[in-house]
């Protein structure tokens, strides 16, 4: 004989031993699996035990619970199970009554084997294109999902995306998330109106939480029904409104990172195991978000730490500006929060800032910390170090798109500038940002050659060289930057003394 899969478990439930014993046989001929049991109570019982029952076939009469009334349980409870209703001549408006609370189909009795075969078949058939449908949809649910946190890489707009994405999903009376912080496990998140009110139930939810964290594996508690128990640890909620509970951890790799906890009030369906296994694989897509987050908060790190550890390199051998990449980095950073650039053109004016000078590696110590004006060829040489940043960086991947902006951050909007004499638009807008902060942070700092200019004297080199040296309207905006109070706290004065009508040349070696 051949072992072919049962095409569906079916629960015939009749208290009449003899039709019990018929549906048995003729629904097992025909290819299904059978459970049979003589009661109401003992068929929920099978329920809770079994998982995989797609249809209950039930009698209508039968002592102590009906068949209405299975049906009202296991439509309250947490079952998908498809219901039809076998029921006498006479009671065809209890016929009607069951299918408006939910029975799939009825069955006048007495019926021959065929109709009975035909009503199981339909229901099934509807059952799964039912199941079909629900797959796909899940599918566009968990996309839809995978898609919003993708674009988002920042812990606190992930859990946001989250919770608005279990809020449409899920439709909760209650959200608790908790996250793990510094190896305890903290509530992040709480929402609703039931938790807000209750501390007891707050401090259940917790527990739960706590150990579905440890246990990794998803649960759903019923709250309500008969036949219907609590076997969680926590024991039921102590709270009468909330009818069942679905939690989930939030795990990648098997290490757990937190926990959901979604509760739902009496006047809505129970939550399923369905929409259980659904939350189960958010929580799994999420994980991995959270995870990708820190994982680029980390490497976002890790090059700030090597972009510092160049500059301080060219620090190391140009005394005299020491401290000044960082200052160009806030100053221009400063300068594009006035324009409103977006995060990512910061981002990239703040490492360009911080290495804008790293050609100076290049440069002979003896030209960089010359202590009188340059020659012509010293000059020259020191002009190089634009282009040598820029083979130095070439060579990393993650600076390619500042790399711009350290090469021409000593062009002038007139031409005159170097290392290829651009004018005005033809400098990356970065780059004409940065030289106006460049030259402003090296005059007012002491250098090998000069002492630090008076910010007066520099604001009068900055205005008359604006149009030439400088964008005109981007040294405005600065002049009026520096102006402000909250200035002060950026920028800090090196040396006291100042030499008043400096030249440009003077103001700036290279
Ligand atoms: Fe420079």
Redesign the pocket.
């Known amino acids: 004989m051949v072992d072919v899969e049962p095409k569906a478990t079916i629960l015939i439930v009749d208290d009449e031993s003899s039709l019990r014993g018929l549906c048995e046989e003729v629904l097992s001929d025909a290819g299904y699996a059978t459970h049979t049991v003589g009661d109401g109570p003992s068929a929920l019982q099978l329920l809770n035990k079994t998982k995989d029952i797609d249809l209950v076939v039930s009698d209508l009469r039968m002592p102590g619970m009906s068949g209405l009334d299975l049906l009202k349980k296991i439509k309250e409870g947490s079952w998908d199970v498809d219901f039809l209703i076998m029921t006498g001549f006479s009671s065809i408006e209890t016929a009607v009554e069951s299918m408006r609370l939910g029975a799939a189909d009825y069955l006048p009795k007495p019926f021959n084997i065929s109709h009975l075969l035909l009503k199981v078949e339909k229901i099934l058939q509807a059952r799964r294109n039912r199941k079909d449908r629900k797959k796909l949809s899940n599918l566009v649910r968990i996309l839809n999902l995978s898609q919003a946190m993708n674009t988002k890489l920042d812990m606190k707009s992930l859990v946001n995306e989250f919770l608005s994405q279990v809020q449409k999903n899920f439709a909760p009376d209650g959200i608790a998330l908790f996250l793990e912080e510094k190896s305890s496990l903290l509530p992040k998140v709480t929402r609703g109106g039931l938790l807000r009110t209750n501390p007891r139930l707050n401090s259940w939810v917790k527990r739960l939480g706590e150990r579905i964290f440890r246990q990794q594996l998803p649960e759903l508690i019923m709250c309500k029904g008969e036949g219907i128990a609590c076997s969680n640890s926590e024991g039921p909620p102590p709270e009468p409104l909330v009818s069942s509970v679905i939690v989930a951890p939030i795990a990648i790799r098997r290490k757990s990172v937190g926990s959901v906890v979604l509760l739902r009030g009496n006047d809505k369906p129970a939550y399923t195991r369905e929409q259980l296994q659904l939350l189960n694989v958010f929580a799994v897509h999420t994980a991995s978000a959270f995870e990708n987050a820190r994982l680029y908060a980390q490497m976002r790190d890790m090059n700030l730490e090597v972009i510092r550890s160049f500059a301080q390199a060219v620090e190391a051998k140009d005394v005299y500006t020491r401290g000044h990449s960082e200052r160009v980095a806030l100053y221009a950073t400063h300068l594009g929060g006035r324009l409103g650039l977006s995060q990512e053109d910061m981002n990239r004016l703040y490492a360009a800032g911080i290495l804008?000078?790293i050609g100076k590696i290049g440069i002979p110590e003896s030209i960089l910390n010359k202590p009188a004006k340059l020659t012509n060829e010293e000059f020259a040489v020191m002009q190089r170090?634009?282009e040598l940043g820029r083979a130095i960086l070439y060579q990393t991947t993650t600076f390619g798109d500042i790399l711009p902006i350290i090469y021409h951050?000593?062009e002038h909007v007139d031409g005159t500038g170097y290392p290829m004499g651009l004018r005005g638009e033809e400098i990356p807008f970065l780059a004409r940002m940065l030289s106006v902060v460049?030259a402003f942070e090296a005059m007012t700092s002491d250098r090998a050659y000069r002492k630090a200019l008076l910010v007066e004297a520099v604001r009068e080199i900055l205005a008359s060289g604006a149009g030439r040296q400088w964008q005109e309207d981007l040294v405005v905006l600065w002049l009026e930057e520096i102006d402000k109070p909250e200035f002060a706290s950026l920028h800090r004065y090196n040396g006291a003394s100042a030499i008043f009508g400096a030249s440009l040349s003077d103001g700036q070696h290279?």
């Open positions: 804008h000078d170090h634009p951050h000593h460049d290279g």
